[in-house]
């Protein structure tokens, strides 16, 4: 059974060329420091998504390898954060399956705890 982080975001104006193009400079930062070859990264799809409204959404599948699941998620959720700021207006969906992923203008997208330094040691690792 696997995980995924889904993203959307929605607003009724479409995107500028000057948005667009953040997109796409976000979106090459994130696959040219993305740390795992062989894992999936942030991915959009084409043309927005399943609404006429929504100007961007995406998925990403997390890693089966537990060592790997929090630093995937840290990036990709760093990339959407930098991906919302690049859209202003829109109204944004950002979830792990069932659960949503919560906003903090400061931080961006991220779960409670999970950019501690050492975020095992709370664990018992």
Not at 61 to 78: A, I
């Amino acid at each position: 059974m696997s995980v995924s982080l889904y993203y959307s975001a929605s607003r009724t104006v479409p995107s500028t060329v000057a948005e667009t193009a953040a997109v796409e400079r976000i979106v090459a930062a994130h696959m040219s420091s993305f740390p795992y070859e062989d894992e999936e990264s942030l991915y959009l799809y084409d043309g927005g998504g399943s609404e006429p409204s929504e100007i961007l959404a995406g998925s990403t599948k997390m890693p089966f390898e537990p060592d790997r699941v929090l630093s995937v998620l840290d990036h990709v959720l760093g990339s959407v954060s930098e991906l919302r700021r690049a859209l202003p207006g829109a109204e944004w969906s950002v979830h792990l399956d069932d659960l949503d992923v919560p906003w903090d203008e400061t931080e961006g997208y991220a779960f409670p705890g999970m950019r501690d330094e050492e975020p095992a040691a709370g664990a018992g690792g």
